[in-house]
T-cell receptor
């Protein structure tokens, strides 16, 4: 059982470059999330999708866009990467419908923007 | 604004030496408090949900407790495989989750 799968695992970008982080879950969960994790700051929500066809901003959405492609897939796009976006990015899905309880996380993408 | 503060930031224990991790919180309408375990290079893994003061949950050597202002994660007779970062998070009345910065636990054999 794969759970939540994220690609790529590592990425180095130059300032101004764009990229898309991919996420897929095979647990038939409705809600999916993108977080970033920075040292000493805890996980912070970037965007979430409560269900297929809906997306909403989280705490730190600036510089990012998302697409809920279908029930399984939720992608995060950086249109013009900045050094401040250097972070570890996690995708998650929720086992409890309509809530962010009991999240299942992917293994993360470590992104460096030079 | 909801706040979650975890202490200590890092904790070194000898194998078998029991201790507790603290999670202090302020939240607008607690809908749940969660504990996660995170191993290096991995995503957080769900451990417990606590909903109301006085509630306790146990799993192997871990026991989580909740009061109106804080939660404790008690680790009894820890083993080296319990070494990880433990994260606490609170869910508020608006269904928004706030994570603490985590406690990095190191258990030496």
């Amino acid at each position: 059982n794969a759970g939540v799968t994220q690609t790529p695992k590592f990425q180095v970008l130059k300032t101004g470059q764009s990229m898309t982080l991919q996420c897929a879950q095979d647990m038939n969960h409705n809600s999916m999330y993108w977080y970033r994790q920075d040292p000493g700051m805890g996980l912070r929500l970037i965007y979430y999708s409560a269900s297929e066809g809906t997306t909403d901003k989280g705490e730190v959405p600036n510089g990012y866009n998302v697409s809920r492609l279908n029930k399984r897939e939720f992608s995060l796009r950086l249109e013009s990467a900045a050094p401040s976006q250097t972070s570890v990015y996690f995708c998650a899905s929720s086992a409890v419908p309509g809530t962010n309880e009991k999240l299942f996380f992917g293994s993360g993408t470590q992104l460096s923007v030079l | 604004e909801d706040q979650v503060t975890q202490s200590p930031e890092a904790l070194r224990l000898q194998e078998g030496e029991s201790s507790s991790l603290n999670c202090s919180y302020t939240v607008s309408g607690l809908r749940g408090l969660f504990w996660y375990r995170q191993d290096p290079g991995k995503g957080p893994e769900f451990l417990f949900t606590l909903y109301s003061a006085g509630e306790e949950k146990e799993k192997e050597r871990l026991k989580a407790t909740l009061t109106k202002k804080e939660s404790f994660l008690h680790i009894t007779a820890p083993k080296p495989e319990d070494s990880a970062t433990y994260l606490c998070a609170v869910n508020n009345a608006g269904n928004m989750l706030t994570f603490g910065g985590g406690t990095r636990l190191m258990v030496k054999p």
